[in-house]
């Protein structure tokens, strides 16, 4: 599995759709966190574990998103997540939701890495950055 094109299904809920019955628009961004968490477990880094033991959490820094087109409950969703870039103290993806082999959603985020207590930027702990590259290297 390449971790640099990390792709997450997700089930449409009717808790997820709104009085037209399509998605709510703020339960992409829901969907697209779940992604981005899954991409990390799947890295080997569980986040609770990260900022217990290093002290550090990941926060979105920036994000742009385009409405393409609506999805509807019972939906079957994949949220595709591609790394864009690698910095000091942050990362930045390009996401996008699809279903049925139509593009939905498309965006760009940005996630810095900041210490938990303070939520003053830090840079992004070698070992995960390490993981990260390798990664977006070699795969």
């Given at each position: ?28 961004l829901n969907f ?93 702990p070698p070992n ?12």
């Amino acid at each position: 599995m390449s971790l640099v094109q990390f792709n997450w299904p997700v089930r449409v809920y009717y808790e997820d759709t709104d009085a037209g019955g399509v998605v709510y628009h703020s339960n992409y961004l829901n969907f697209m966190e779940r992604a981005r968490t899954e991409w990390l477990r799947a890295l080997g880094f569980e986040q609770t574990v990260v900022k217990e033991s290093l002290g550090v959490i990941i926060v979105v820094h920036s994000l742009s998103i385009a409405f393409k087109s609506p999805a509807y409950f019972n939906d079957l969703l994949e949220i595709h997540c591609d790394v864009v870039k690698i910095g000091r103290g942050s990362i930045e993806l390009a996401q996008t939701i699809t279903g049925n082999g139509v593009l939905l959603i498309s965006a760009h985020v940005k996630a810095a890495f900041v210490n938990a207590a303070t939520f003053k930027p830090v840079g992004i702990p070698p070992n995960i950055k390490e993981a990260m590259l390798q990664k977006f290297v070699h795969d």
